[in-house]
Nanobody, 117 residues
Framework: QVQLVESGGRSVQPGGSLKLSCAAS????????LSWHRQAPGKERELVAS???????NYADAVKGRFTISRHNDKAMMDLQMNDLRPDDTAVYYC???????????WGSGTLVTVSS
């Protein structure tokens, strides 16, 4: 059974930092491209950052320079280090894994990040 489980979400003040983690099980982790997405209240889900099987990272303009995505194939985990958080970073953050060759896509159930003073 494939599972993606996010952790690390909580309330933080503007300017603060958080690290989100996504633990995977039941899949061949190294074959999957990984990404973080977020959905703010009343808005559509959006891509935040992605990392390829080879470790190449890409970021949405809104988080470039503040967020860092990383993957740890030996532990089947992915992280999102978030610095200089802003109120508009408030959202539920989801991890996603995609094995393009086999057209397999998995989602986690999300973790809530609230940025507020």
């Amino acid at each position: 059974q494939v599972q993606l489980v996010e952790s690390g979400g909580r309330s933080v003040q503007p300017g603060g930092s958080l690290k989100l983690s996504c633990a995977a099980s039941g899949l061949t982790f190294s074959e999957y491209a990984l990404s973080w997405h977020r959905q703010a209240p009343g808005k559509e889900r959006e891509l935040v950052a992605s990392i390829s099987t080879g470790g190449r990272a890409n970021y949405a303009d809104a988080v470039k320079g503040r967020f860092t995505i990383s993957r740890h194939n030996d532990k089947a985990m992915m992280d999102l280090q978030m610095n200089d958080l802003r109120p508009d970073d408030t959202a539920v953050y989801y991890c996603r894994a995609e094995w393009r060759k086999r057209r397999l896509v998995e989602w986690g159930s999300g973790t809530l990040v609230t940025v507020s003073s």
